[in-house]
């Protein structure tokens, strides 16, 4: 039978061929979530999760990370994305969706690495750069609908498919594209550390963020490692992940706001730009219905609503699934702001994600949005506004959201003529 096309090259995932039965599964799992030409390929890696005898798997990096870390000369440091702590505990026998964060911090630091950040740092500065560009293109009546463009998947499909609409992106660089940003520019200079001794890693859900590093303006990122890549590191090195202490992010890129958190989540994006943008525009704490705005948390794959910030309305739409937004792409000029996810539930159903069983995957993404979820609503800063560590990088280095400055090394520039270089 057929079989999803891997190019030898590919460097989010590749294929094991002696494994591979030629069973088809991964083709239909593709048609089903993509529904994509022959031999098109948007590295989303949702073709690993359900090939039912392994022989699809991440490209692994986790060998030259190690390797980094016994030269004596570099600085080894990993971000860690929202979805990896709600779901590194299914490798290891714990509940479903358990929150694991500051275990996952204390086994990164067993295993050598110098510095260990939270992505949800670099999510805040994500939302507050798409917050700014959103209220602008909507004050400017220019480039509406705003994209988001947080998943690489998703604008690898813009750039095949939509190539005339591509301004309709956000220039904002992934959380991780401004985690690493920041890290190699802002934290180098405060440590006093030559960026060149620096190596970053992006801890990740994620197999196609292993193909964003390789495209113009991401160069900053210099590994991604997967959840399930982790895993198999951990075991390697033979470390009781049960019984590792526990440990604190690193203070500077240090944890971020609930917001950031959400990412993780199908709509969670959506969420947090509207918390910032309701700020922005008032000077003023959003409502309480912000902080939960439950028709962005159904498991429908398009889910819609209409939000009052105050100074106007705004239409909104989160989409789950590249199929999906094919079904209502000429339909999305109604709307002023769309997130699109390519992989089920948002990034906590990425292919960089343990594998389980596929009749059970619907729980364990349940289980682990509800936990970024709960873990958002414990945190006392929810806005990504909120974070002192956000507010100091501005003042001190920033200036401000959309400056000069933020353009050169938060955003990037979608251009048909640019594409996949």
């Known amino acids: 039978m057929d079989r999803v096309f891997v190019a030898e090259d590919n460097p989010s995932f590749q294929r094991i061929e002696e494994r591979c039965l030629h069973c088809g599964v991964c083709l239909n799992t593709c048609k089903k979530q993509n529904n994509l030409p022959d031999k098109a390929c948007l590295n989303c890696g949702a073709c690993i999760l359900t090939c039912p005898v392994g022989a699809l798997v991440p490209r692994y990096n986790y060998k030259e990370v190690l390797a980094n870390i016994n030269d004596q000369e570099k600085f080894v440091i990993i971000s860690v994305s929202p979805a990896v702590r709600v779901a590194i505990g299914d490798e290891f026998g714990f509940a479903?969706?358990?929150?694991?964060?500051k275990k996952l911090v204390g086994v990164l630091k067993s295993l050598g690495f110098h510095y260990v950040f939270d992505t949800t740092f670099g999510a805040d500065l994500t939302t507050i750069e798409e917050a700014t560009e959103l209220i602008d293109r909507i004050e400017n009546k220019q480039n509406l609908p705003l994209f988001s463009s947080c998943c690489p998947s998703w604008v690898l499909n813009m750039e095949m498919n939509h190539k005339?609409?591509?301004k309709h992106l956000s220039s904002c660089k992934s959380p991780i594209g401004m985690q690493s940003s920041m890290i190699k520019n802002y934290f180098a200079k405060l440590k006093a550390i030559e960026k060149e001794n620096i190596i970053t890693v992006a801890l990740a859900p994620c197999v196609s963020k292993k193909s964003e590093?390789?495209?113009k303006g991401f160069e900053d990122t210099d590994y991604v490692l997967t959840t399930s890549e982790l895993a198999m590191l951990i075991r390697e090195k033979g470390i009781d992940f049960k019984n590792v202490a526990e440990a604190e992010f690193d203070h500077i890129l240090g944890k971020g706001s609930g917001g950031g958190v959400i990412f993780g989540s199908s709509g969670g994006v959506c969420e947090s730009v509207l918390r910032t943008a309701y700020f922005l525009l008032n000077k003023e704490k959003a409502p309480q219905d912000f902080f939960n705005l439950e028709s962005l948390r159904t498991n429908d794959p398009i889910?819609?609503?209409?939000?009052?910030?105050?100074?106007?309305k705004i239409k909104v739409a989160v989409i789950n699934g590249i199929s999906e937004v094919n079904k209502v792409y000429s339909s999305l000029k109604d709307?002023?702001?769309?997130e699109?996810?390519?992989?089920?539930?948002?990034?906590?159903g990425g292919g960089g994600q343990p594998l389980v069983r596929t009749a059970e995957m619907p729980e364990y993404i349940k289980a682990r949005r509800e936990n970024l979820y709960h873990d958002d609503a414990n945190l006392t800063k929810k806005s990504s506004y909120e974070n002192p560590d956000i507010q100091k990088i501005y003042q001190d280095y920033l200036k401000y959201p959309g400056s000069d400055k933020a353009q050169d090394l938060l955003h990037v520039k979608y251009d048909v003529k640019e594409l996949c270089k």
């Open 96 to 101: 479903k969706g358990e929150f694991l964060e």
């Open 164 to 166: 005339d609409d591509l």
């Open 213 to 215: 590093i390789k495209r």
């Open 303 to 312: 889910k819609t609503a209409e939000i009052d910030l105050k100074k106007f």
């Open 335 to 338: 709307y002023d702001f769309v």
């Open 340 to 348: 699109v996810m390519t992989c089920s539930g948002g990034c906590v």
